[in-house]
């Protein structure tokens, strides 16, 4: 059984803050990692597929990166706009189904 | 392009009353979900399709059912509502040749 957990569940940050949220995942031949935005009252809004250990892809000050045992997304001076719960699911085998981790919640403060 | 669309937004049920959450994308894509988010649980598959007459269970199928008579429309039938199905519903859809889905506005439904 696939299991994801995301660490840590709430993190305040001041503007311009720099900092990391982790991604622990568990699964039987992983054929994607992925990271969703989830703005309060809507739906998670894709950001990134990281598919092999080593892979980092980047948007805006948003950067994920993957390992064997876990992502990060790293946050590089992030802004007020920036707060927003982040998800982090995984798919595995021959299944499209995602696995979900519970999500960190971030707050920007200016 | 719509994207993901669902309906309603919102909707109050009584305990025992059915009703189905409508969810419909305009991007051709082959595969749909739906799952459900209720706080400090992530969000959890209740039913997929991998296309137009297929569909199968995921994790909390329980007290749902799901058709896909066309590749735009899939919806999620709630056969006898309880309090237990409280929670904020999302359809997902994803095109043949990525994993990556894309997630509708969600529809909150409360059960009294």
């Known amino acids: 059984e696939d299991q994801v957990t995301q660490s840590p569940e709430a993190l305040r940050l001041q503007e311009g803050e720099s900092s990391s949220l982790n991604c622990s995942y568990t699964v039987s031949g992983l054929r994607g990692l992925f990271w969703y935005r989830q703005d309060p009252g809507k739906g998670p809004e894709f950001l990134f597929t990281l598919y092999s250990a080593g892979e980092e892809k980047e948007k805006e000050r948003l950067k994920a990166t993957l390992t064997k045992k876990e992502s990060f997304l790293h946050i590089t001076a992030p802004k007020p706009e920036d707060s927003a719960t982040y998800l982090c699911?995984?798919?595995?085998?021959?299944?499209?189904?995602?696995?979900f981790g519970s999500g960190t919640q971030l707050t920007v403060l200016p | 392009n719509a994207g993901v669309t669902q309906t309603p937004k919102f909707q109050v049920l009584k305990t025992g009353q059915s009703m189905t959450l409508q969810c419909a994308q305009d991007?051709?894509?082959?595969?749909m979900s739906w799952y459900r988010q209720d706080p400090g649980m992530g969000l959890r598959l209740i039913h997929y399709s991998v296309g137009a007459g297929i569909t199968d269970q995921g994790e909390v199928p329980n007290g749902y059912n799901v058709s896909r008579s066309t590749t735009e429309d899939f919806p999620l039938r709630l056969l006898s509502a309880a309090p237990s199905q409280t929670s904020v519903y999302f359809c997902a859809s994803s095109p043949r040749q990525a994993f990556e889905q894309f997630f509708g506005p969600g529809t909150r439904l409360t059960v009294l």
């Open positions: 699911a995984v798919s595995s085998g021959s299944a499209r189904q995602l696995t």
């Open positions: 991007m051709n894509h082959e595969y």
